[in-house]
């Protein structure tokens, strides 16, 4: 099955093609006729916060995003308010609890706005879910069918690290908005300019001596294959260090970089997450941009803040002579504080910025990719300083 044949639903939508998703995020080929639990790719990332209403008209003023579908008290839905957002292939589905006694509110006054959900759109829900069960997996919900007049849609759910689930999908009989008892809503606001166009992956922080454990979850679970690790001086500064090893889907369009503490003088940013979440969650989304240039200024113009680089990360020779020639000169590259790092298969473009929510935890990593299918490996370093500067600043750092 060729890479044309399995383009999500999303991604059709957004009209997006093979070549623009090969750039995009990495995609490579890949035969879904051998996988145990194939997965088409991402459906949408589910965010539990505090103000449903405020926080999907934030990513429409400020992100771009589109809002496609709701559900609520005017629909039936007396539990809470949850708004669909759109940027390309990107959907946010974005919940806040309306009754008192709604479980959402329980899970936000534990771990504040976040990751709830990482939803996989997957051809065959009762293969995936009984391959799942089999291998150890935790199963939250049995394959079920929704049904509204826009058809059927099959659905079940996994259980992941700390609170996070995996819900899977099964969409292709259904052509509405987004689930049954969702309706149609579009935003007052308009049809935005789209400042990022796909997921490229989703991070996950989880407790020191557990990264392995999920790691080998998803190779067991899902069939994916270790892609990347970093450990040691790789993804170490003068005070913290941590872990990380990645799992991909075969065609790389799911990654799941895993995150773990490791010993240091001080507290890493890993520990100062699982503090504040209070337990394992999603760290951050990186979002894949066409146009990183654009959407760091039209982000930073709406009040979006940036983690800072010095000066001297863009005057270090080394720097310059591995990097060599990028689309973008390397002082408008500076003006921004956006990261460069090169690998054999090309070259990348990245910037994070700060925590989205009163917690320091979730924030957002936005990407351009040029060949490249790493991570910024060489931005490592200046990255976790930039963040220890931030977690000073908190003082969470001692």
Same mark, same amino acid.
């Given at each position: @099955?060729?890479?044309?044949?399995?383009?999500?639903?999303?991604?059709?939508?957004?009209?997006?093609?093979?070549?623009?998703?090969?750039?995009?995020?990495?995609?490579v080929?890949?035969?879904?006729?051998?996988?145990?639990?194939?997965?088409?790719?991402?459906?949408a990332?589910?965010?539990?916060?505090?103000?449903?209403?405020?926080?999907?008209? @934030?990513?429409?003023?400020?992100?771009?995003?589109?809002?496609?579908?709701?559900?609520?008290?005017?629909?039936?839905?007396?539990?809470?308010?949850?708004?669909?957002?759109?940027?390309?292939?990107?959907?946010?589905?974005?919940?806040g609890?309306?009754?008192?006694?709604?479980?959402?509110?329980? $899970?936000?006054?534990?771990?504040?706005?976040?990751?709830?959900?990482?939803?996989?759109?997957?051809?065959?829900?009762?293969?995936?879910?009984?391959?799942?069960?089999?291998?150890g997996?935790?199963?939250?919900?049995?394959?079920?069918?929704?049904?509204?007049?826009?058809?059927?849609?099959?659905?079940?759910?996994?259980?992941?690290?700390?609170?996070?689930?995996?819900?899977?999908?099964?969409?292709?009989? /259904?052509?509405?908005?987004?689930?049954?008892?969702?309706?149609?809503?579009?935003s007052?606001?308009?049809?935005?300019?789209?400042?990022?166009?796909?997921?490229?992956h989703?991070?996950?922080?989880?407790?020191?001596?557990? @990264?392995?454990?999920?790691?080998?979850? /998803?190779?067991?679970?899902?069939?994916?294959?270790?892609?990347?690790?970093?450990?040691?001086?790789?993804?170490?500064?003068?005070?913290?260090?941590?872990?990380?090893?990645?799992?991909?889907?075969?065609? $790389?369009?799911?990654?799941?970089?895993?995150?773990?503490?490791?010993?240091?003088?001080?507290?890493?940013?890993?520990?100062?997450?699982?503090?504040?979440?209070?337990?394992?969650?999603?760290? $951050?989304?990186?979002?894949?941009?066409?146009?990183?240039?654009?959407?760091?200024?039209?982000?930073?113009?709406?009040?979006?803040?940036?983690?800072?680089?010095?000066?001297?990360?863009?005057?270090d020779?080394?720097?310059?002579?591995?990097?060599?020639?990028?689309r973008?000169?390397?002082?408008e590259?500076?003006?921004?504080?956006?990261?460069?790092?090169?690998?054999e298969?090309?070259?990348?473009?990245?910037?994070?910025?700060?925590?989205?929510?009163?917690?320091?935890?979730?924030?957002?990593?936005?990407?351009?990719? $040029?060949?490249?299918?790493?991570?910024?490996?060489?931005?490592?370093?200046?990255?976790?300083?930039?963040?220890?500067?931030?977690?000073?600043?908190?003082?969470?750092?001692?």
């Open positions: @099955m060729s890479i044309e044949q399995t383009l999500t639903s999303q991604e059709r939508l957004a009209e997006l093609d093979v070549d623009q998703l090969r750039q995009l995020v990495g995609l080929e890949h035969d879904p006729t051998a996988d145990p639990f194939p997965v088409v790719g991402w459906d990332v589910m965010w539990i916060v505090g103000n449903a209403t405020q926080t999907a008209q @934030m990513f429409q003023l400020v992100y771009g995003m589109e809002l496609v579908a709701y559900s609520g008290p005017e629909t039936g839905n007396r539990d809470h308010h949850a708004y669909v957002l759109r940027s390309g292939a990107v959907r946010f589905v974005v919940k609890g309306v009754d008192p006694a709604s479980p959402l509110l329980d $899970h936000h006054r534990r771990h504040g706005d976040g990751v709830a959900d990482v939803a996989l759109e997957v051809p065959d829900v009762d293969r995936c879910i009984a391959h799942a069960r089999a291998n997996a935790v199963v939250l919900e049995e394959p079920h069918d929704l049904t509204d007049e826009h058809g059927t849609v099959r659905v079940a759910a996994l259980a992941a690290y700390g609170d996070t689930r995996h819900t899977l999908v099964d969409r292709s009989r /259904y052509s509405g908005p987004y689930l049954p008892g969702y309706v149609e809503r579009r007052v606001l308009g049809r935005p300019k789209r400042l990022f166009q796909a997921l490229d989703v991070v996950g922080n989880v407790e020191l001596g557990r @990264m392995d454990e999920w790691v080998e979850f /998803y190779r067991r679970v899902m069939g994916f294959t270790n892609m990347a690790e970093f450990v040691g001086d790789d993804i170490a500064t003068e005070y913290s260090a941590l872990m990380s090893k990645v799992v991909a889907s075969g065609n $790389h369009r799911v990654k799941f970089p895993l995150n773990e503490p490791a010993a240091g003088r001080k507290r890493s940013q890993i520990d100062e997450y699982l503090d504040f979440y209070c337990g394992p969650g999603v760290q $951050h989304l990186a979002l894949a941009t066409n146009d990183i240039v654009a959407a760091v200024d039209a982000l930073r113009a709406r009040g979006v803040e940036f983690l800072a680089t010095p000066d001297a990360y863009y005057e020779p080394e720097l310059r002579a591995r990097i060599g020639a990028v973008v000169p390397i002082e590259l500076q003006k921004r504080g956006i990261l460069v790092d090169r690998d298969d090309g070259y990348l473009l990245q910037i994070f910025t700060k925590p989205l929510g009163d917690r320091p935890t979730v924030f957002f990593e936005l990407i351009e990719r $040029h060949g490249s299918l790493g991570f910024g490996k060489g931005n490592f370093k200046a990255l976790f300083e930039a963040i220890e500067r931030e977690q000073a600043k908190r003082g969470n750092l001692d």
